[in-house]
């Protein structure tokens, strides 16, 4: 009956450390989710910071031109601001075109 009592204790045993064992995959496997979640997180905020990047090159260089023309109307006061953005239209090209 000895040789009962030991087999039993030791599946008792086993049946412990089995249990054991499985809450700790399970820890592991909730970390392991949780640094996927974190990882997605991150993609995510460097897709967005690449994005405020672009968006402030372009801030920048509507800045800068602002800038420019704001200088060159300070310097030169009788050019109008939309002077630098429209075309002329000349008659005198029917004097450089003849028939």
């Not at 399970?26 to 690449?50: C, G, P, T, W, Y």
């Not at 672009?54 to 002077?83: D, F, M």
């Amino acid at each position: 009956m000895a040789q009962y009592d030991d087999t039993t204790k030791m599946l008792m045993d086993i049946k412990e450390d089995v249990a054991t064992t499985k809450a700790k995959v399970d820890s592991i496997e909730d970390k392991l989710n949780q640094v996927d979640n974190i990882e997605a997180k991150s993609d995510k905020a460097l897709a967005k910071s690449i994005e405020v990047e672009h968006e402030i090159g372009r801030v920048t260089q509507i800045q800068n031109w602002v800038i420019c023309l704001s200088t060159l109307v300070g310097v030169y006061p009788s050019v109008k601001p939309g002077a630098f953005f429209s075309i002329p239209i000349s008659t005198s090209h029917k004097a450089a075109y003849p028939k």
